[in-house]
């Protein structure tokens, strides 16, 4: 079954396009990684899937039906935390936003404050739960933006640049949780600019650079003639232990 | 104290007084997180338009307040997004255009300029019953919506890509935060005046969020801040005789100074 589908779509901001007749399919179950060099409409392409923004022509699917209309099966975590710091909420109170359905004005039921807490586990922050967001670390908020989109349970997951604002010590932890998150069955597609991060973890890849120049499995991305189409120039890719293979 | 509560207008006074503070204390804390300070100044300008419509026409200056609140409020979503212009563009458009539409509206009127004071600075002790009943209704209406809807404000406020993702219907709770902003901007009026708005929305809000707590003990804060400010600025104003709304701002901006300070004092 197809989680996320693209069909020749062409979007952009202003009148120049920042992706043409973009085609890409996305399976329900697939690891997907999306990479491109700056500025390639790699971001604007999840914000298109997310229903952030409307494509000029084309059409975007998510599990058969439009995508603005599957909202309820989209988690997004987008590129950039929020930044305030004296944001009043509490860590809990934020991976609460995600709840579906989302809690009462009175505030959350049981069962849905036993799922944050639980989640909160998963992502390896129950011991912050009553700390206030604005007091965290990057690699903290990042990981309790994955918890909001998780509690949820969406069947697919949309991560922006999700290790921007991890240190290299907590990267490896964040990729093993993303593998467990899949293995649990759900459909992640991620976008990064880091390809040797991507290779490690993805089971298939596109690059695009306003265009698709290559879609295909990851292990084969490295010898790909299309990543150097994408980039205007060579790339190497230092290759990890490849958990899909 | 208690002698000047036998007088009609000081009852009046504190009681709208009060239910202006916790609408404006509550809204207020959304309106700073979400960096739209600027918008309630814009809206309460524009709304001078309405203000000076009603003074010439003889009709309620509640309700022309507060249709032209509420239209400034989309016109500024309007006009942003047709001149791609950035929202504090299209404030600083709104806010000289209802000024302007105001004073030409006043001038060809020739209207009193003790009538026109009135509205750029409040007139808290003028509160007339049918007034009080409306600042009740609306004032009611407002800090019953912002709580029944704060989660999804709180949600939008922190990430609204995020919620608009997850299927939240993001555009509905905009509409419905821009309506109460103008609403409550509209009863502030005849508190601290069209000049001093962003006094009562803003400063508590501000002051609340130098603590660095949880939502319920800031918005919580917030109204107390309100509530005080506005007091103080009542019996600053009957006992030596201050303009409410000024006392009522300067109280105001020394607890944001306090809380401020509190804050740093205890780290």
């Known amino acids: 079954m197809k989680a996320l589908e693209f069909l020749n779509v062409t979007f952009g901001y202003e009148k120049e396009p920042v992706i043409e007749n973009v085609s890409l399919t996305v399976e329900k179950g697939d690891f997907f990684g999306i990479v491109g060099p700056n500025g390639a409409g790699k971001s604007t392409l999840l914000k298109l899937a997310a229903g952030l923004a409307k494509p000029w022509s084309g059409k975007i699917m998510v599990f058969g039906k439009e995508n603005v209309k599957a909202g309820k099966k989209i988690g997004y975590v987008p590129q950039k935390p929020p930044s305030e710091k004296r944001f009043p909420a509490t860590v809990s109170e934020i991976v609460a936003m995600g709840l579906k359905p989302f809690p009462s004005w009175k505030g959350m039921e049981r069962w849905q404050k036993e799922k944050v807490d639980r989640i909160l586990m998963e992502v390896g922050l129950e011991e912050k739960k009553d700390e206030m967001v604005g007091n965290l670390s990057g690699g903290q908020l990042q990981r309790v933006l994955l918890a909001k989109a998780l509690v949820g349970e969406p069947e697919l997951l949309l991560l922006d640049e999700p290790t921007n604002d991890i240190d290299a010590a907590f990267q490896e932890k964040f990729c093993c949780l993303l593998e467990r998150i899949h293995e649990s069955g759900t459909t992640i597609v991620l976008v990064s600019h880091d390809l040797t991060f991507m290779s490690y973890l993805v089971n298939k890849v596109a690059c695009i650079n306003k265009r698709v120049y290559f879609c295909g499995k990851a292990a084969s991305l490295a010898d790909a003639e299309g990543i150097r189409g994408a980039y205007g120039h060579d790339v190497k890719i230092i290759k990890h232990r490849h958990p899909h293979e | ?267």
């Not at chain 2, 009611?140 to 919506?145: G, K, P, S």
């Not at chain 2, 409550?184 to 006094?199: D, E, N, P, R, Y």
Request: proline share 1%.
């Open chain 2, 1 to 267: 104290m208690i002698e000047i509560l036998e007088y009609e207008f000081m009852k009046s006074a504190f009681l709208a007084g009060s239910i202006v503070a916790i609408a404006c204390s509550l809204i207020g804390t959304f309106v700073i997180l979400r960096r739209m300070a600027f918008l309630t100044d814009g809206i309460a300008h524009f709304s001078l338009a309405g203000t000076a419509t009603a003074i010439v026409t003889r009709s309620s200056t509640f309700g022309w307040a507060l249709a032209s609140a509420i239209a400034g409020a989309f016109m500024i979503e309007k006009i942003r997004k047709a001149f791609r212009l950035s929202e504090d563009a299209a404030i600083g458009i709104i806010l000289p255009l209802g000024l302007s539409a105001g004073i030409l509206i006043l001038s060809a009127a020739k209207a009193s300029s003790v009538e026109i004071s009135a509205y750029l600075f409040g007139s808290i002790f003028a509160i007339a019953k049918d007034e009080l009943a409306l600042i009740a209704l609306f004032g009611a209406t407002a800090i019953l919506l912002t709580a029944y809807l704060h989660r999804h404000f709180l949600a939008i406020c922190y990430d609204e890509e995020g919620s608009k993702a997850a299927g939240m219907n993001v555009d509905f709770y905009n509409t419905a935060f821009v309506m109460i902003v103008g609403m409550t901007t509209a009863l502030c009026i005849k508190v601290s005046g069209i000049l001093l708005t962003s006094s009562l929305i803003v400063m508590p809000a501000s002051a609340a969020l130098q603590l660095n707590c949880g939502f319920k003990k800031t918005v919580l804060a917030a109204c107390t801040i309100g509530i005080l400010s506005v007091w103080f600025g009542i019996l600053a104003s009957y006992y030596i005789g201050v303009p409410t709304g000024a006392a009522t701002t300067l109280l105001s901006f020394s607890m944001l100074l306090a809380s401020a300070a509190a804050k740093k004092s205890l780290k």
